[in-house]
């Protein structure tokens, strides 16, 4: 048998009512606060994401699912939603709309990672962008909603954790400050981290390698070596967290593995089982990197399976499969023909309701309604045809009444 590849999962019809509960939560979520929904491709030009996401990150050195397609072009399936965004809101002007420009998406993202709990190859991501503002503002804005969200699903013991990893021009110090804290014990770390000295130290401080952990322990913070302007905007992020109730920790060692972030960034780490299901920060630079005008921009995405896992532990049971109405079953041809034209019409009415097309038999025709729930059956035969009456079940009470076969009279009984 053929199987799907490592790292995918199918969603089945019985649990795809779950995720559309949660989507349609964060879709209203979404759009309460004039985020507008955008569709970008599944694969980009690979050369957007080892600029947009930078050389030195795993994603890019690692994880890309990169190929060359039949003209010869490099194409990369997207690891991430921003860059695939923020190439669009260039490509298609969509500067000249009015600022800030508020996006949400659901996408599935493509990264070749060591498969485990919550880490897989193909996933789904919920996201916004917010471009066009730098304001401290916009940061707070998208980090309530991902507390309203977490709200709507009902999912507690979440925790944010935020930090400010500067500008081009504050980090640069920093990063001179953390070399040098490093330089001395540089042979003892790990193989990755030495790659990562000249290009990109702060991933150092990433690295979940024992003795890189404890070697980094007093390391410097990024917090004292902010420029003022990025210490003011910090300042003010947190100010408005606290006037709005959100609880959070300053952590100075997210750093997070995409190499466009400044100023703040931010994790919602779930307590139950330490995986982070949201992250997101600001990223001034890259609609710049990506060709654009020099624009700011803020946002966030998280990962609906770790999400929908959080969500089936605290609530089970909130989400319901629609059942269906009523099943019209039918005894012979003259009958499949009137059944066949009800249930059409009655579909037309909104009503969800099935008859045979296997041109089985009646009692196989109850078999599949009662399998599938069916709240009422309409049993039609030669003489309800020419009466145009029919006896309705109650399925549940297995309470029966006579009923005139029209719309109206249906829809009543059937409380719609
Ligand atoms: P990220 O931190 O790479 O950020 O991913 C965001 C979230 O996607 C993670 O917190 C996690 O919940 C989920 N996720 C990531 N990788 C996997 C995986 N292999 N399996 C399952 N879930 C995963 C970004 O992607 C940024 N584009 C977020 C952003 C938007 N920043 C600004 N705007």
Redesign the pocket.
Known sequence: MIQKPK?TKDILPSEIYRWQYIENKIKTVMENAGMKEIRVPVFENTELFSRGVGETTD?VQKEMYTFEDKGGRSITLR????AGVVRSYIENGMASLATPLKLWYEMA?Y?Y?NVQK????E?R?I???VIGTQSYLADVEVIDLGVQIFKALGIPNIKLNINSIGCPECRAKYQEALRDFIRPNLEKYCDTCKTRFDKNPMRILDCKEKKCKEMNQNAPTILDYLCDECKEHFENVQKLLKELGINYEIDSTIV???D??TKTVF?FISEDDG???????R?DGLVKEVGGQDTPA??????M???LELFDKYNPDVAQERKMDLYVANIGDESNLYATKLVKELREEGIFVEKDICQRGIKAQFKYADKQGAKFVITIGDDEVRSGKAMIKNMETGEESEILLNCENIKEKLGQ
């Not at 919550?118 to 190859?121: D, H, K, P, S, T």
């Not at 995986?275 to 920060?281: E, M, N, Q, R």
């Not at 803020?298 to 990962?303: D, E, K, L, N, P």
């Open positions: 790292g994603v690891p991430e939603g921003t993202m990264r990672e919550g880490r897989l190859r996933f991501q996201g916004t962008e997070r593995g995409l466009y972030y994790e995986l982070t299901v949201l992250g997101g920060g990223y803020v946002g966030f995405a998280m990962g399976e770790r999400l």
